[in-house]
T-cell receptor, first 116, second 114 residues
Framework: DAGVIQSPRHEVTEMGQEVTLRCKPI?????LFWYRQTMMRGLELLIY????????DSGMPEDRFSAKMPNASFSTLKIQPSEPRDSAVYFC??????????????FGQGTRLTVV | KNQVEQSPQSLIILEGKNCTLQ??????????LRWYKQDTGRGPVSLTI?????NTKSNGRYTATLDADTKQSSLHITASQLSDSASYIC?????????????FGTGTQLKVEL
């Protein structure tokens, strides 16, 4: 398996533009997480899906952020309109719940977003 | 509120020396705790994972401990190498919604120097 695949790896956009980040989880995993990482705040959980259903979106900062998971192999995180303070690295992670071990989450390489 | 606190925030050590990183958490209901290593510009990679009943686990030169009573964990790195320079993140998993919710610490930035 190629692991969690995110695209694009880098995105530079102007303030006010719409940005869509994409994630392909590991096949067979039933949980998907979107995280944002900045120097100031570290890793922050934005939203968490289980079996394609959003379970906890309390970390989504504002209505400008939205996430979808239309099927088990694809998820998007959209920011509209984007602002400079959204600049960060956005990570997608997936996991398969194992009653014995709990969750082992595997991360993608991240999308570095810069909003100018 | 679920929280994970790590210390120190940053650490510089000489190559070959040992070091210990700390993690305190207030997460419930507890499922498991893992330590991740994150190299600059890359996603986190899991080092160890421990459930409630485990109090120590090793992965090469990395040894993690867990005290579920005091809700503390440590990561001990033996005979450090330059390649150990990275951010080390403590992650605690809580059972939620039929799956698990992860709470991340802000990490300890380790730099190993010659």
């Amino acid at each position: 398996d190629a692991g969690v695949i995110q695209s694009p790896r880098h995105e530079v956009t102007e303030m006010g533009q719409e940005v869509t980040l994409r994630c392909k989880p590991i096949s067979g995993h039933n949980s998907l997480f979107w995280y944002r990482q900045t120097m100031m705040r570290g890793l922050e959980l934005l939203i968490y899906f289980n079996n394609n259903v959003p379970i906890d979106d309390s970390g989504m900062p504002e209505d400008r952020f939205s996430a979808k998971m239309p099927n088990a192999s694809f998820s998007t995180l959209k920011i509209q309109p984007s602002e400079p303070r959204d600049s960060a690295v956005y990570f997608c992670a997936s996991s398969r719940y194992d009653r014995g071990l709990g969750t082992e989450a595997f991360f993608g390489q991240g999308t570095r977003l810069t909003v100018v | 509120k679920n929280q994970v606190e790590q210390s120190p925030q940053s650490l510089i050590i000489l190559e070959g020396k040992n070091c210990t990183l700390q993690c305190n958490y207030t997460v419930s209901p507890f499922s498991n705790l893992r330590w991740y290593k994150q190299d600059t510009g890359r996603g986190p990679v899991s080092l160890t994972i421990m459930t409630f009943s485990e109090n120590t686990k090793s992965n090469g030169r990395y040894t993690a401990t867990l005290d579920a009573d005091t809700k503390q964990s440590s990561l001990h790195i033996t005979a450090s190498q330059l390649s150990d320079s990275a951010s080390y993140i403590c992650v605690v998993s809580a059972k939620a919604g039929g799956g698990n919710k992860l709470t991340f610490g802000t990490g300890t930035q380790l730099k190993v120097e010659l």
